[in-house]
């Protein structure tokens, strides 16, 4: 049987895919720099071989390796690959138990447009809010899975306020991402030995309701 990642460009798509699972479309197109026409071709052959899955949420499709990474992480990590989510997660792993006000100080952008997000994030599940007296207080609710998306596919995210997460959470002595023989979703855990490059800001901008 012929191998479906027999030509250098699919193999290409597979590998960036692999390596940065969630990518939507536009930035998968940007990251391999093929036409838009032949990349669809060859996502739409993987797709149908079992290679790919994918998820589309809103105006989003979203790619992900065919059978190595649960639904759960999927949601995940759909909502990590958007900045104003990523940072709000990042900001509640760090603060949790945070009220809505608290997370608003650490970004410049409307207290509607982070309640449009936080709604979303409760809706998937990603985070909780409970109500104590007169005020929500919000929480990742699963914060050790999150936390270890983030470990292991942190230079993909090309992100500071990411980076500095990871070395606080290593630094604590709460590496869970690293105890399954040094991979983790078929990616070497050797990542966390090189910072990526930085595009991520100490206060989040908007509006950016889409990735």
């Known amino acids: 049987m012929k191998d479906p990642l027999e030509l250098a460009n699919r193999k290409r798509i597979f590998e960036t895919i692999r390596q940065n699972p969630g990518v939507h479309f536009r930035d998968l197109q940007r990251r391999t720099n093929m036409p838009i026409g032949v990349l669809s071709y060859h996502l739409d052959y993987l797709v149908e071989r079992g290679l790919l899955t994918v998820d589309k949420q809103e105006s989003f499709t979203r790619y992900f390796p065919g ?4 639904r759960d992480k999927q949601q995940m990590l759909a909502a990590l690959r958007q900045e104003i989510p990523r940072g709000i997660i990042l900001f509640l792993l ?3 138990g945070a009220t809505h006000g608290k997370v608003l100080e650490s970004f410049t952008i409307s207290g509607g447009t982070l309640s449009y997000h ?5 809706s ?3 985070i909780r809010v409970e109500k104590a007296g007169r005020e929500s207080r919000m929480t990742v609710t699963d914060p050790d899975k999150v936390s270890d998306l983030l470990i292991v596919y942190r230079r993909s995210f090309l992100d500071k306020l990411v980076d500095e997460f990871v070395a606080t959470y290593i630094g604590a002595g709460r590496p869970s991402a690293l105890r399954t023989e040094g ?7 050797s990542a966390l030995d090189n910072t990526g490059s930085s595009q991520g800001q100490q206060k989040r901008q908007g509006p950016d309701h889409h990735s």
């Open 183 to 189: 991979r983790t979703d078929g990616l070497s855990t």
């Open 67 to 70: 059978g190595q990474i649960g």
């Open 118 to 122: 936080i709604k979303k994030l409760v």
């Open 124 to 126: 998937r599940g990603l």
């Open 94 to 96: 760090m603060n949790p």
